[in-house]
């Protein structure tokens, strides 16, 4: 092989590596960037799933009064009811 050749050849193979390392870099980069971004899902679906808790927790403490309410005006009724029967 002619040193032209060789010198080209060796040029090709410096340029090739410098390819594949800089690829190799990148893919590393994307890769971590890509686990901070999963990280980050994953605690925003814990917060939400936190917030979704405590909604369910006051919607139910919000509903609770009312339905004492309605088993109060059951029993009321139930005891006008007995005593204020229509007179036969």
């Known amino acids: ?9 060796e040029k090709i193979v410096e340029s090739n590596s410098r390819s594949i390392q800089a690829l190799s870099n990148s893919i590393a980069y994307f ?4 686990q901070k971004d999963r990280k980050g ?16 927790e006051i919607q139910s403490d919000f509903y609770r009064p009312f ?3 309605d088993e109060r005006q059951l029993k009321i009724t139930e005891i006008l009811d007995r005593f204020l029967k229509p007179q036969e």
């Open 41 to 56: 899902i994953y605690e925003l679906l814990g917060r939400l799933t936190h917030s979704m808790s405590d909604f369910y």
């Open 31 to 34: 890769k971590q960037e890509w």
């Open 1 to 9: 092989m002619s040193e032209d050749r060789l010198d080209r050849l």
């Open 67 to 69: 339905n004492q309410i």
